[in-house]
């Protein structure tokens, strides 16, 4: 029987299960027929919930999103910028998904949207991170591009660069 698909719980595994699928089979593996399986939901009720599957994308990018700046801001605030370089395995996660649906925003403008509205967000804390330091929004975004040819860097598979470093040259450029 399927299961309904009612709560902000149920975005976040969703949200979840499409950063897995994306780490694990880039972007053209998470069809809506296969989140929707992954998670025993009816693709019919998953349709019912989010209409189409440009929203159901648009959503689950911003979750994807939200869910990475979420989890490094306590740390950014307690550690400094160098905290929004992950280096746990949810976390690598999460970022290689988030890349995917960076690179997927490039294509689409509903998930651009999505992108450019979690950016604004990660900017805030890169100038609450930074203190006095980078006051200047082109500067923050110069950091913020660095931090995504980082998070690149850090997370690939073949031969990532070490965390520590990364870390070091985003904490130097701030």
Do not use: F
Not at 44 to 66: D, F, M, Q, T, W
Not at 117 to 141: I, T
Request: with cysteine; proline share 2%; net charge negative.
């Amino acid at each position: 029987m399927p299961r309904l698909l009612d709560t902000n719980t149920r975005t976040d595994e969703l949200a979840h299960t499409l950063a897995r699928l994306i780490d694990e089979g880039g972007l053209e593996a998470p069809s809506s027929r296969r989140i929707a399986a992954e998670i025993k939901l009816s693709i019919a009720s998953l349709y019912h919930h989010y209409e189409s599957r440009e929203r159901l994308l648009r959503v689950l990018s911003y979750r994807i999103g939200l869910a990475l700046v979420d989890a490094c801001q306590s740390e950014v605030r307690a550690t400094g910028v160098g905290a929004m370089l992950r280096d746990d395995e949810d976390g690598i996660m999460l970022t290689r998904a988030w890349l995917g649906v960076v690179e997927l925003g490039r294509r689409d403008e509903h998930v651009g949207n999505s992108v450019a509205a979690v950016a604004e967000r990660e900017q805030s804390m890169l100038y609450g991170a930074a203190g006095d330091r980078c006051r200047d929004p082109e500067q923050v975004e110069l950091v913020q591009a660095l931090l995504h040819g980082l998070r690149a860097a850090t997370t690939r598979y073949c031969d990532p660069l070490d965390v520590g470093l990364a870390r070091r040259i985003l904490v130097d450029a701030v």
